[in-house]
């Protein structure tokens, strides 16, 4: 019997009517392995997989392969970005057996749960064979596939443990692993590293506070190269805004298609303070083009933030986004058809598959004549408009607080420097007020609803979907990411219960996810108990819940001015420390959080009757340093403790400067606050 059919998961339920008998991740599948004294079969993957499709495809969806999975094995299928705990845990397996990891990710395992063989994506043929070899070991070679198991689980538990070596995060470590990243760096197509080649938005959001920091000139160029290179890559969707997951190729042309709500979360926020502290056309428009996908293709009214798009539509890779030059003189007829395939790169041999070519932006067109610059987006109108016709992708609809947290917490960034450069004379003024509203109600409604649902009984919950909240408990990363949004929206708002509702996160954090070493486990204290508690420090896809409590806790220090949460935010930094140097790529979040520290963080409280305006709001929020908080309002507003016994000077508006809890004297003048800032 197939158990997926009451699914919460939209991956879990795309499996609901193969002939495999499923089981969701629960106690009661391992004792019915237990039971019939038979192995477990653990497949983890998430909705816009790919390869997950096709495995399924080819077989989880067969009789046949179904006969072999239900005769010897009981089969749990995972939705990795629900469990992420349970992803966790299993991924270091097979990285440990097999040297890599990935999805589908497929595991063999004890009836108690431990892993005695792991993959990644098989073959029908080779599962097949994989089904019987692994039935005849279970059966004939018992002792074997025991002693295999305790030897991965011995490894794992190496990998994931706490208690190792700790350090100061000092200046010299994270200028180490600035010069490693420019070391890294690919001097040509930008980013790091080759095919496939991810966005590396937490290592630029590091290296541009590094820039402010130190000054350094190399930093802010290996940002604006790779922000550029992604920008008019195939990777980023040149019609509807919004990034791809990752290129198949070293230099941004070909994407896999699915988009993340993380990935685009990261990017909205690299492109926005590289467009804060340059002023760059092209990152301005990117941010807002970004930050309006979001709110049009991954917000759902009432509720979150959707997870992702999927990479296939139809079962098709790419089918909604790829054209030829005919399919473009088709949408816009022979004249503007030309104009398009010259300006995205669309060739008769195309980039793609079967002569179809993924629109990259060929041509500089930021900063060309207005004339070009209106013909350019009355065509990008025209081709939205005849995409939209075309079969669209799926949509995992699912809201994971996690990601949401990061999604609220980079469209605040986007408020703020929007308003910094808002002018009625912009030619795409509207288009940027429209943008404005549509993302703030997102913003809005998806912090209302992690708070109003997703917090149960003062504990976060991972996920939910259709505003019903799932059962699956909230890991580190989800404190942490929500925790530093609701700050964001405690500055933003000025309103008291946001910063409430953040310190009441941490509170938890720290009670049941802290390790003896200072640093923090995946998972809390009371979770449910898998064969390693996994507490992985590094910087992956996302924010490793290290990191992200770390932000949250820098980060509500500064506003509240409680300085044990700083001093906890420094104990688990210096569990990461050792490592940022010598594996800068897989540390970017918290050497992010580590400039934040070293810079102050600055604490800035902007005194005024009117926020909106304030002309020493804007200074501070175009020149504030590294990881500073900003707020504004009357003095002594309630629930914003840097108000507190802050009044104007003289009936004027005052800014009152902090750094590490010393202050500045009340300045009335922009100039001074600048001053005050080290801007110039």
Wanted: proline residues 6%; contains cysteine.
């Amino acid at each position: 019997m197939n158990r997926l059919a009451d699914a919460t998961s939209p991956y879990l339920l795309q499996h609901a009517d193969n002939p495999v008998d499923w089981w969701l991740w629960c106690e009661e599948a391992f004792a019915e392995a237990r039971r019939r004294d038979v192995p477990v079969i653990i497949s983890v993957g998430y909705a816009a997989c790919h390869w997950c499709h096709v495995m399924a495809h080819e077989s989880f969806e067969d009789e046949s392969v179904a006969a072999l999975m239900n005769a010897d094995f009981v089969s749990v299928k995972v939705d990795r970005e629900e469990r992420p705990d349970v992803d966790a845990v299993y991924m270091t397996a097979t990285q440990a057996m097999t040297g890599q990891g990935g999805w589908p990710m497929t595991v063999f395992a004890t009836p108690d749960g431990t892993p005695f063989f792991c993959g990644t994506y098989f073959p029908k043929p080779n599962f097949v064979r994989l089904l019987q070899s692994v039935t005849t070991a279970w059966r004939d070679q018992r002792d074997a596939v025991l002693q295999q198991g305790a030897a991965v689980v011995e490894a794992i538990g190496g990998a994931q443990a706490v208690g190792g070596p700790t350090a100061p995060l000092e200046p010299s470590l994270l200028d180490a692993a600035a010069t490693q990243l420019a070391q890294e760096y690919d001097e040509t197509n930008g980013g790091f590293g080759g095919a496939p080649k991810f966005p590396p938005h937490m290592n630029l959001l590091f290296l541009l506070r590094h820039h402010q920091r130190t000054g350094s000139e190399r930093s802010l160029e290996i940002v604006r190269h790779t922000a550029e290179a992604m920008a008019r890559g195939g990777i980023y969707d040149q019609l509807a805004g919004g990034f791809a997951r990752y290129s198949v190729d070293g230099h941004w042309t070909v994407p896999h298609f699915e988009k993340m709500l993380y990935d685009n979360a990261l990017l909205l926020r690299t492109y926005t303070q590289l467009w804060r502290l340059t002023g760059d056309r092209l990152a301005r428009r990117v941010a807002r083009d970004t930050a309006r996908f979001l709110a049009d293709e991954l917000h759902r009214p009432g509720e979150g933030f959707a997870s992702a798009l999927d990479a296939d539509t139809a079962g098709v890779e790419g089918l909604t986004y790829v054209w030829t030059p005919t399919q473009l003189v088709e949408a816009l007829g022979e004249e503007d058809g030309r104009f398009a395939a010259d300006l995205f790169g669309v060739t008769d041999s195309g980039t793609f598959e079967h002569g179809a070519s993924v629109l990259r932006l060929a041509r500089d067109v930021d900063d060309a004549d207005p004339v070009v610059r209106r013909r350019w987006q009355e065509v990008v109108v025209r081709l939205l408009a005849a995409r939209d016709t075309r079969p669209q992708p799926a949509r995992d609809d699912k809201v994971v607080a996690a990601w949401n947290g990061l999604a609220i917490t980079a469209i605040a960034e986007f408020q703020q420097v929007a308003a910094l450069y808002a002018s009625p004379d912009d030619e795409d003024a509207n288009l940027m007020d429209g943008v404005l509203i549509v993302t703030d109600g997102a913003m809005r409604d998806a912090a209302e609803h992690l708070a109003r649902v997703h917090l149960v009984d003062g504990r976060l919950r991972r996920v939910s979907r259709d505003k019903v909240v799932g059962e699956p408990a909230g890991v580190l990363e989800d404190y942490g990411c929500v925790a530093e949004a609701f700050c964001a929206m405690h500055q933003l708002t000025g309103e008291g219960r946001w910063l409430e509702l953040a310190g009441r996160l941490l509170a938890v954090a720290l009670e049941r996810f802290a390790a003896p070493d200072g640093g923090f486990y995946d998972t809390a204290d009371d979770a449910e108990r898998l064969v390693t508690r996994p507490a992985d420090p590094t910087d992956n896809a996302t924010p490793s819940g290290r990191s992200a409590v770390v932000a949250a806790l820098v980060t509500y220090a500064a506003l509240t001015g409680e300085t044990r949460y700083r001093e906890a935010a420094e104990k688990a930094l210096g569990t990461v420390a050792p490592i940022v140097a010598r594996h800068a790529r897989f540390t970017g979040y918290a050497a992010m959080v580590g400039e934040a520290l070293l810079s102050g963080p600055y604490e800035i409280a902007v005194v005024t009757e009117e926020p909106v305006g304030d002309p020493l709001l804007a200074a501070a929020h175009r020149h504030a340093p590294p990881g500073a908080v900003v707020v504004a309002g009357r003095t002594d507003q309630p629930g914003v403790p840097l108000l507190a016994d802050r009044p104007m000077v003289d009936g004027r508006p005052a800014a009152y400067v902090c750094r590490g809890f010393v202050c500045e004297r009340p300045v009335t003048d922009v100039a001074d606050l600048v001053g005050q800032l080290g801007g110039r």
